[in-house]
């Protein structure tokens, strides 16, 4: 699998940039707060996904809250869908748009307790994250948040600890940006 490293950073502070080897094409750009990949298909989606969540760590007091942004039908479920069977998470997940929060119990040894799945698309402003008990959840630790549409709930949302941009490309690719 050719993999293709485009540009490197110069700041000092810089993480070498992570080699691939999954189809997926890692673009380090020069603003060190931002890194993009390119998954040319699904595979390539869901192995980012993949390394992604198994990369994760937990903050020491609060949750850890992985935003997903992106237009309807980009992926943010599909991402989520990944990350959660990369941290042992057997059931099958659908989208929750219906049902705003699923929470699944992760098997121990790994970082997070749960993960809570929360898809805001229906929400109109962040005070409607209230009644699923989002404040408390933002409090343990163990738990790993990944919300789809931030936007809509961006009024009294805490900053994520990770800011996941989804794009989609002409050809079906994917674009994902990590803030
Ligand atoms: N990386 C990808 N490559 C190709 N198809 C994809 C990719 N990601 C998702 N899809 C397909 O696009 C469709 C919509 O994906 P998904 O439900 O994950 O989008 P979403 O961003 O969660 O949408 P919504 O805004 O409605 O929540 C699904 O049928 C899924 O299989
Ligand atoms: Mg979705």
């Known amino acids: 699998m050719i993999v293709a490293i485009v540009g490197t950073a110069i700041t000092e502070d810089s993480k070498t940039p992570e080699?691939?080897?999954s189809g997926v094409f890692l673009i380090e750009g020069y603003n060190m707060s931002m890194t993009e990949v390119t998954a040319p298909n699904l595979d390539?989606?869901?192995a980012e996904a993949a390394r992604f969540a198994r990369a994760?760590?937990?903050?020491?007091?609060?949750a850890t809250l992985v935003t997903l942004s992106g237009d309807l039908g980009a992926g943010k479920t599909a991402f989520t869908k990944a990350l959660a069977a990369a941290l042992g998470v057997t059931d099958v997940i659908t989208s929750p748009t219906f049902v705003?929060?699923?929470i699944y119990a992760l098997p121990e040894g790994g970082a997070f307790k749960?993960?809570?799945?929360?898809d805001a698309y229906r929400l109109e402003k962040g005070a409607e994250l209230a009644p699923l008990g989002f404040d408390e959840s933002m409090k343990n630790a163990g738990n790993l948040i990944v919300l789809e549409w931030p936007e809509k709930v961006?009024?009294?949302l805490p900053k994520a600890?990770?800011?996941l941009t989804i794009g989609v490309l002409p050809d079906g690719g994917r674009t994902i940006s990590y803030a």
């Open 114 to 118: 749960r993960l809570i799945h929360i």
């Open 154 to 156: 961006a009024d009294s």
């Open 161 to 163: 600890t990770h800011a």
């Open 100 to 102: 705003l929060e699923k």
């Open 19 to 21: 080699s691939q080897d």
């Open 56 to 62: 994760l760590t937990a903050n020491q007091e609060n």
């Open 44 to 46: 390539a989606f869901e």
